[in-house]
């Protein structure tokens, strides 16, 4: 069982440096299409531009999916979420209650991300000391939680 759990760990960690070999190749075609462009018009200037801006989001989120899978945070899957929310945002929102909709769930997601993600060193002993959580006493070196 340990070696199946080990095996899933390293292949996770595989598909992830894919997933960033890809990115950095779907860069190199972005800034080989980008030197070929030329403009006529501000209409076709806005086309390619929604186009590279739609590539790079998505590069990005590629790129944030195989941080997560490498380092095996999960607390990174808010940032995740808000790039693709990010990305639909600016470039597709057809009517004003999606656009109500697509800013609440930006809104929810930093929400979650600010109280429902565990911060690091939250109950590191030094801080919940100093935070005055828990109070430890000099005579006996007894520690005491404050209630």
Known sequence: MKFIHRLLL?????????????VVFGLYLIVVSI??????SL???HIIFETILSDLLLLIVGLEMAVMMI???MELLPEILAF??????LLM???TYELIIWVLAVGALFAIRKYLTKCEGCLKFERLILT???RQ???DETVKTVT
Do not use: H, Y
């Open 137 to 139: 006493d000099k005579k």
């Open 84 to 89: 693709v929310v990010g990305r639909k945002l």
């Open 43 to 45: 209409g076709k200037f």
């Open 10 to 22: 390293w292949l996770e960690v595989v598909l992830g440096i894919v997933i960033v070999v890809i």
């Open 71 to 73: 380092q095996r945070r």
């Open 132 to 134: 005055g959580e828990i």
């Open 35 to 40: 030197t070929q462009v030329q403009t006529v």
């Open 93 to 95: 929102i057809p009517n």
